[in-house]
C-alpha cells in the first residue's frame, strides 16, 4: 500500500462515465474516443440492458481490453466488488492505460455509479468525471416520459449536446438554457457525431514509436480500431492543426474548450484551495496541477486533480525544482478572470500558518496508508 508522502511513480488512470439515455449517442461518442488517432491507450467497460451485450460489439467485438457486463444493468446488476475486479483488469500496469472509459446502459442511474467508482480502493485509478449525452433533437420528449433525466444531467461535470445538427439555432438555445437551469456549473458542449477532443476528458500522452524490441507493448483497443481504420482514410475523421475533428473538408459543430493557468511561487492556503477545487468556477470540468504548502511536515509536491468536486492528491519529492503553484483548468465558457483570482485569494497569508487544522482539508484525500 503506497503511503502518504511516497514517491509517485504513475498518475491514477481517471475513470470517466459516458452516460446519457437511450440513443444520445453513447457508442459514438466512444467509438470516436478510439478512433480518433490520440495516441492515447484507452481501456473500455462496456454495459449494455439486456442478455446481449450488443454495445460491446459494436465498439470492439469484445477484444481483449474490453469487460462486458450484461444481463442488467451496471450499477445494479454488479456489485462493487464486481466493479472494482473489471476496473481493476483493465488497469494492470502491463496495459499502461491513459484512461478508462465506462459506457453506461442507457438506463443506468448515474450517481449509483459515481458512488462505486469514488469509493474504490484501487490507488492506480481515480474518478475521471461524468459525461453525459443528450439528444439536442429529443431531450425535451425524454424528459417528459422520464423525469429522472433531469436528476442524471444534474449531478454530470460535463453537458454533451448530440445531434445538434439535427434543429435550429432557437431550438438549441432553449436546450442549452434548460440545461443550464438543471446544471448551472458543468461546461456545455455542441457536438455532431458524438465529436468530443479527447485532451477535454484526459492527458494525451507523448509516446516514442514502438521500438521493435523483443518484448513490444500490445497493441491496445484503441490502437487496433486504428489500425484497422488506416485504409480508409476520412471515414472516422482527422484531427487538424488545432486538435478539433473534421471530416472529409466539413467543418462541424464543436465547442472549443479552453484552458487556465495560474502559476505562482507564493505557498498556498490549504483550506481555501481545498474549497476551489471542491466547488469551482462554473465552466470547469477538470483541474490538474502542482501546489506548494509551506507548512511543517507538508512542504512535499503535492500533486492535485479534481473532477465535479472529486478531488485527488498524491504527495512526492520536488527533486530539486523550484517549489512552486501551477495549475490548469479545463472546460469551457470559463471566466478566466475568475478563476485567477479566486487562486490569487487561495495563496497563503500569515493566518494560514496559525491554522493548525486548515491542511486536514487537503490530507484528507490523499490515498490510506
Not at 501551477?326 to 475568475?338: H, W
Request: proline letters at 5%; one cysteine or more; glycine letters at 10%.
Amino acid at each position: 500500500m503506497r503511503r502518504p508522502g511516497a514517491v509517485v511513480t504513475r498518475e491514477p488512470i481517471p475513470v470517466i462515465v459516458v452516460a446519457g439515455f437511450l440513443g444520445a449517442g453513447k457508442t459514438t461518442l466512444l467509438n470516436h474516443l478510439l478512433r480518433g488517432g490520440s495516441g492515447a491507450r484507452i481501456g473500455v467497460l462496456v454495459n449494455d440492458f439486456g442478455a446481449v451485450n450488443i454495445d460491446a460489439m459494436l465498439v470492439a467485438g469484445q477484444v481483449g481490453d474490453v469487460v462486458g457486463l450484461t444481463n442488467g444493468c451496471m450499477c445494479c446488476a454488479v456489485d462493487r466488488a464486481g466493479l472494482d475486479d473489471a476496473l481493476s483488469a483493465l488497469a494492470r500496469p502491463a496495459a499502461q492505460l491513459d484512461a478508462i472509459v465506462i459506457e453506461a446502459s442507457g438506463i443506468a442511474e448515474p450517481k449509483s455509479l459515481i458512488r462505486m467508482i469514488t469509493a474504490m480502493a484501487d490507488p492506480r485509478m481515480r474518478y475521471g468525471g461524468l459525461v453525459y449525452l443528450v439528444d439536442a433533437a429529443l431531450f425535451e420528449t425524454a424528459r417528459r416520459a422520464h423525469p429522472e433525466i433531469d436528476g442524471h444531467v444534474a449531478v454530470a461535470d460535463l453537458v454533451v449536446l448530440n445531434k445538434t445538427d439535427l434543429v435550429d439555432v432557437d431550438a438549441l438555445t432553449a436546450t442549452r438554457t434548460e440545461l443550464t437551469a438543471l446544471n448551472p456549473s458543468a461546461p456545455q458542449l455542441c457536438v455532431t457525431g458524438g465529436r468530443i477532443d479527447p485532451a477535454l476528458l484526459f492527458d494525451i500522452p507523448t509516446r516514442a514509436p514502438d521500438d521493435g524490441g523483443d518484448r513490444p507493448i500490445q497493441l491496445s483497443l484503441d490502437a487496433l480500431l486504428r489500425e484497422a481504420d488506416d485504409t480508409h482514410a476520412g471515414e472516422s475523421g482527422h484531427v487538424g492543426e488545432s486538435g478539433h475533428v473534421g471530416e472529409l473538408g466539413h467543418a462541424h459543430l464543436h465547442d472549443a474548450f479552453e484552458s487556465v493557468e495560474f502559476c505562482t511561487p507564493e505557498a498556498m492556503d490549504p483550506r481555501a484551495l481545498a474549497s476551489f477545487l471542491t466547488r469551482p468556477p462554473a465552466g470547469i470540468y477538470r483541474i490538474k496541477g502542482v501546489v506548494w504548502f509551506d507548512l511543517p511536515g507538508h512542504r512535499q509536491r503535492h500533486v492535485v486533480h479534481a473532477v465535479g468536486g472529486f478531488v485527488d492528491v498524491s504527495r512526492d519529492s520536488w527533486h530539486g525544482q523550484d517549489r512552486q503553484t501551477a495549475l490548469v483548468a479545463i472546460g469551457t465558457g470559463i471566466d478566466r478572470d475568475e478563476v485567477c483570482a479566486q487562486l490569487a485569494a487561495a495563496s497563503a497569508t500569515t493566518a494560514t500558518a496559525d491554522d493548525e487544522h486548515g491542511i486536514l482539508h487537503i490530507t484528507r484525500f490523499l490515498p490510506p496508508a
